[in-house]
């Protein structure tokens, strides 16, 4: 839905995006992730046709990015981390503000609106938005991005500034728009990522550090460990005392490292021992032990 080959932009004397490669595959949860200042916003507005890029190619669903007045936009909808409105409108009337400038006849905004309004938890809201809180804003911003019923949804930083309970909101909100668009989802925040992300990317110093489905960087990056929790701490030592480089992380939790065949051996060696087990598990890398491992500076 979203290709960018060798994306370039400069402030000045610093050079924020450095030669920008990533693809998002269509009707997925795309995760944009980077530190603070990383470039994830200035990429989002070259790809919105509001920043000119000084080199690069930027194809949404196979159409050209064209800075300034580019005919993608038709088919995106947009989030910005920090979304503003007319306080004095209320949902019904801002949305229909939203249909009008997308195009829409007044019958499809109506119908469009009730169905978003229903579907972020805001039908039954009747006061102007200028009391509203910031997780209320945030939900009427998705349904303004939605309203055109767009290709490809953009989300910077959507839940950055949310309490727990608006951020599981609007991360439910996401996951399940994913059934009719394409979400491109900014954040720093890794918990989100692997709460509702199919796929995700680590920008680090204006390039893409490690990019894929969530279960490809994991195990592109897996440390090979797994994890034995015995039923007693007698068999936790057993083990440790068979298999050198096995080390006790619980009374009864032993970690060792190996490939498939080493976690078969030590399955055997369980079995023949007759020694039992709560459980043997693969131990899966965190994406915040791989976002610190991939975005450290050297």
């Known amino acids: 839905m979203l290709s960018i080959e060798g994306l370039y932009k400069r402030f000045g004397d610093k050079e924020v995006i450095k030669g920008l490669n990533f693809h998002v595959p269509k009707?997925?949860?795309?995760?944009?992730v980077g530190t603070n200042g990383a470039g994830k916003t200035t990429t989002m507005k070259m790809v919105l046709g509001l920043l000119a890029a000084d080199a690069g190619t930027i194809l949404v669903d196979g159409e050209q990015v064209t800075y300034g007045n580019t005919d993608t936009n038709r088919g995106i909808g947009y989030l910005p981390d920090v979304p503003e409105f007319y306080s004095f409108l209320t949902t019904r009337e801002y949305l229909a503000l939203c249909g009008k400038i997308c195009g829409l006849s007044d019958k499809t905004?109506?119908?469009?609106?009730?169905?978003?309004?229903?579907?972020?938890?805001?039908?039954?809201?009747?006061?102007?938005?200028?009391?509203?809180?910031?997780?209320?804003?945030?939900?009427?911003?998705?349904?303004?991005?939605?309203?055109?019923?767009?290709?490809?949804?953009?989300?910077?930083?959507?839940?950055?500034?949310?309490?727990?309970?608006g951020r599981k909101e609007i991360l439910d909100i996401l996951k399940e728009v994913r059934e009719e668009t394409t979400v491109l989802f900014s954040t720093h925040i890794l918990s989100d990522v692997e709460r509702i992300c199919t796929d995700v990317a680590f920008l680090k110093d204006g390039v893409i550090a490690l990019e894929g489905t969530i279960d490809q960087v994991r195990t592109l990056k897996s440390n090979g460990e797994f994890l034995v929790?015995?039923?007693?701490?007698?068999?936790?030592?057993?083990?440790?005392?068979?298999?050198?480089?096995?080390?006790?992380?619980?009374?009864?939790v032993v970690t060792l490292t190996g490939n498939d065949d080493e976690m078969l051996k030590v399955m055997a060696f369980l079995s023949e021992n007759n020694i039992p087990v709560q459980k043997v598990e693969r131990a899966e890398t965190s994406l915040e032990d791989l976002f610190m491992e991939v975005t450290k500076h050297e």
């Open 27 to 32: 009707n997925s949860i795309y995760g944009f």
């Open 109 to 165: 905004t109506k119908t469009r609106a009730e169905e978003l309004l229903e579907r972020v938890g805001l039908a039954g809201e009747k006061h102007r938005i200028k009391g509203f809180s910031r997780g209320m804003k945030q939900r009427l911003g998705i349904a303004q991005a939605l309203i055109n019923r767009p290709k490809l949804l953009i989300c910077d930083e959507p839940t950055s500034a949310l309490d727990p309970v």
């Open 229 to 252: 929790e015995t039923l007693t701490p007698a068999g936790a030592e057993v083990l440790c005392a068979h298999f050198p480089n096995a080390k006790v992380s619980g009374t009864q």
